[in-house]
């Protein structure tokens, strides 16, 4: 039986998911919270497998970019995540949207392989990278500097145009978008600038003792002179000015040069995480 989530769930929803992080092979993105007050403050709109009235697989859905991203599907039985993938589209398309996004971690072949039964596509793999950010010290070439700072929407979406060869999601937001993001106290935008010229930047977000390296960029006639590691080493004294004790990085599979970068530099790889995305049929 598959049915919304209630409260009553919760202790079962709860030892489901420390059944989870007991193994990367079980991964997937999930509710945060590992409490019982936190998962009835953080769950939207959810639906369980029950068995024997027990909280047997579970997966949520939230609005994300164009569509919506999904919570597992996770369940102790293989067999269980296909029914529940199932349920999920029927949600989504009650709902009229137009993708679902899943993010399973890249050990986790169970899952991928269902996902990949249901027609979803994998997008790529993303590869998380963490280290303490001291020791990163290296000045930007010569006729470069590094100013922080927003220069605004027009030079914003440029830049980010042309250092990003995956991603459109920014070129999507507004003016007042960009403005209210990067007005916001712990979200902080390092620009690397030859003269006038804007040619690479990274965005950090700040949060507890943690710095997150959220984009890094650079345009490409300025690559291979040193621009990126500057602003990663620039990245790491503002995280050591903010009090952060971690520094968190990340790369594509197709970003062969960050990923050396970041090896190079002594990152420990953290986690790598799988995107997929479906189309569904029922499109407005």
């Given at each position: 039986?598959?049915?919304?989530?209630?409260?009553?769930?919760?202790?079962?929803?709860?030892?489901?998911?420390?059944?989870?992080?007991?193994?990367?092979?079980?991964?997937?993105?999930?509710?945060?919270?590992?409490?019982?007050?936190?998962?009835?403050?953080?769950?939207?709109?959810?639906?369980?497998?029950?068995?024997?009235?027990?909280?047997?697989?579970?997966?949520?859905?939230?609005?994300?970019?164009?569509?919506?991203?999904?919570?597992?599907?996770?369940?102790y039985?293989?067999?269980?995540?296909?029914?529940?993938?199932?349920?999920?589209?029927k949600r989504?398309?009650?709902?009229?949207?137009?993708?679902?996004?899943?993010?399973?971690?890249?050990?986790?072949?169970t899952?991928?392989?269902?996902?990949?039964?249901?027609?979803?596509?994998?997008?790529?793999?993303?590869?998380?990278?963490?280290?303490?950010?001291?020791?990163?010290?290296?000045?930007?070439?010569?006729?470069?500097?590094?100013?922080?700072?927003?220069?605004?929407?027009?030079?914003?979406?440029?830049?980010?145009?042309?250092?990003?060869?995956?991603?459109?999601?920014?070129?999507?937001?507004?003016?007042?978008?960009?403005?209210?993001?990067?007005?916001?106290?712990?979200?902080?935008?390092?620009?690397?600038?030859?003269?006038?010229?804007?040619?690479?930047l990274?965005?950090?977000?700040?949060?507890?003792?943690?710095?997150?390296?959220a984009?890094?960029?650079?345009?490409?006639?300025?690559?291979?002179?040193?621009?990126?590691?500057?602003?990663?080493?620039?990245?790491?004294?503002?995280?050591?000015?903010?009090?952060?004790?971690l520094?968190?990085?990340?790369?594509?599979?197709?970003?062969?040069?960050?990923?050396?970068?970041?090896?190079?530099?002594?990152?420990?790889?953290?986690?790598?995480?799988?995107t997929?995305?479906?189309?569904?049929?029922?499109?407005?």
């Open positions: 039986m598959i049915r919304p989530v209630a409260r009553q769930d919760l202790p079962g929803l709860l030892k489901l998911l420390r059944w989870m992080d007991e193994s990367p092979k079980r991964g997937v993105l999930a509710p945060e919270a590992r409490d019982l007050e936190g998962l009835a403050e953080e769950l939207e709109d959810g639906l369980v497998l029950l068995r024997d009235g027990e909280v047997a697989g579970y997966v949520g859905l939230y609005a994300f970019w164009d569509g919506a991203a999904l919570e597992g599907p996770l369940a039985r293989e067999e269980d995540l296909f029914p529940l993938l199932q349920a999920a589209e989504a398309s009650e709902l009229h949207l137009e993708r679902l996004y899943a993010f399973p971690q890249e050990e986790n072949h899952l991928r392989q269902v996902l990949e039964k249901a027609d979803f596509g994998l997008l790529h793999l993303t590869y998380f990278f963490v280290k303490n950010p001291e020791g990163l010290d290296y000045p930007p070439p010569e006729g470069v500097v590094i100013r922080k700072g927003f220069p605004g929407p027009g030079v914003y979406r440029e830049l980010y145009r042309e250092s990003e060869e995956g991603w459109a999601l920014r070129l999507k937001w507004t003016d007042e978008e960009l403005w209210e993001h990067f007005q916001d106290p712990h979200v902080h935008l390092l620009v690397a600038y030859r003269g006038d010229e804007p040619v690479g990274a965005e950090v977000e700040l949060e507890d003792r943690e710095a997150s390296v984009y890094i960029g650079v345009v490409p006639k300025a690559r291979g002179q040193g621009i990126g590691r500057a602003l990663l080493a620039e990245a790491a004294k503002l995280a050591q000015k903010k009090g952060a004790t520094l968190r990085v990340r790369a594509h599979d197709h970003e062969t040069g960050a990923l050396e970068l970041y090896r190079n530099l002594g990152f420990s790889l953290e986690e790598a995480v799988a997929y995305a479906k189309e569904l049929r029922a499109r407005r």
